[in-house]
Structures are given as C-alpha cells and as structure tokens.
C-alpha cells in the first residue's frame, strides 16, 4: 500500500510540474498527504482550479465535481476543527468551510461533522439550537408549520438546501404555507395590497420576510 501511494505522489508530482493547475491532480494529491499544511494546499489548490483537465472522463468530472469539492471543503474544514492551535481565527475558519460544502452538495458525513463542530464550538448559535434536532424540528405535526418555517428561516443557506433535499414533503407545506401568506399579504395588509406601491418593493420584502 505504502509503495502504490508513493509511486501515486510521484506520478502526481510529474502532473502538477507540467501543469500546476491541474485541480484534479491537486484533489488526489492532498490524498496522499498526511501532514496539515500540504494536504490543505492541495485541497486550496484544487477548489482554486476545478476546471476540466483531463484525467478522468468530462461527464463523471461534471457530474461529480459537486461532491469532490464538497470533499475538499469538508476535509479543510476538519483540519480547522481539530487543529491543534486551539484559536478562534481557526474555528471561524472551519465553520466557514463546512457552510461552503454543505452548499455545494448535502450528503449525511458533511451534515453530521458540520453539526458535531456547531454543538461543540458554537452551542449557544440560535442555528445550532435547530440542528441539534434537525430532523425533530422539521418533521410536520399538523399545527407546526409556522413553526417550522421560523426554524428554516434561521438556518444557514446550507442547511436551508439540506432540509429542502432530505425533508421534501415539509419544504413543499412550507412553499405552500409561505405562498398563502404572501397572497394574504398583497391582498389584505397595508401598503402592500396597494396598487401604487411598488411590485419590485413588494418582492424584495416578501423575499426578506420569507426567505424560502
């Protein structure tokens, strides 16, 4: 194993000579890496060039670059976290990182490590109050949904995408809920109902007020 990976550096080492913008290369790469400030260069270089170069069939690399960044993003974003210098510049950091991945692809690792360092760093976050129990506070009870939208209007656009992709069925009660608002609102309430004001004013505060 220890002579496949050292031959992999070497092959990539060649890559990365000829064309030091070869994100891919960076993505392998950071890999092969143990030590912290090499493995988050090449993860910082890779996420710096994530144009196709070759390497790997166009279609996988469009279809899955998504994820390969999310990867990189979740990656930096654990060195951060555990970092032996404990700082708050550090921290900041990962939370940073983990928002950037979680909105570039949700899946369940980058969800739960995300989660895992709010409690931890961040426990008194109105977010992290939320997240705790993500699942809990976005499942629908029948008389729950202004609740529920309240909730997802704290929540980080990452997190907004990872309830709109895992709990379907209450992001589209909320939609719903949200609309009939909306026409209650520009129907009924002062000064959005009138016709003089402006549609544009009407939309951008609606959109600030429910931001689904």
């Known amino acids: 194993m220890g002579v496949h990976k050292n031959d992999m550096q070497i092959h990539l080492t ?6 030091s913008a070869h994100g891919f290369a960076h993505f392998l790469m950071a890999q092969t890496c143990l030590e912290f400030k090499s493995r988050k260069f090449h993860f910082l270089q890779f996420l710096k060039n994530t144009e196709y170069h070759g390497g790997c069939d166009k ?95 704290i929540l980080t656009p990452g997190f907004q995408k990872y309830v709109e992709k895992y709990n379907p069925d209450s992001f589209f009660a909320m939609k719903e809920f949200l609309n009939l608002e909306k026409q209650w609102l520009i129907t009924f309430v002062h000064p959005f109902c009138d016709e003089s004001f402006p549609v544009a004013a009407t939309e951008e505060i609606l959109a600030f007020l429910y931001p689904l």
Not at 14 to 19: A, G, Q, S, Y
Not at 92 to 99: I, M, Q, R
Not at 105 to 110: D, I, K, R, T, V
């Open 14 to 19: 060649e890559t990365l000579k000829i064309d």
């Open 59 to 153: 279609d996988l690399w469009d279809k899955y670059l998504p994820q390969m960044k999310t990867k990189a993003y979740l990656e930096i974003a654990d060195l951060y976290s555990n970092t032996v210098w404990q700082h708050k510049l550090c921290f900041l950091s990962a939370k940073s990182n983990y928002e950037k991945g979680l909105c570039c692809f949700q899946n369940g690792e980058m969800k739960r490590n995300y989660v895992a360092f709010m409690v931890k760093h961040f426990p008194s976050d109105p977010v992290t109050k939320i997240i705790r129990t993500l699942k809990k506070n976005f499942t629908l009870t029948g008389n729950n949904i202004r609740q529920v939208c309240e909730h997802f209007s």
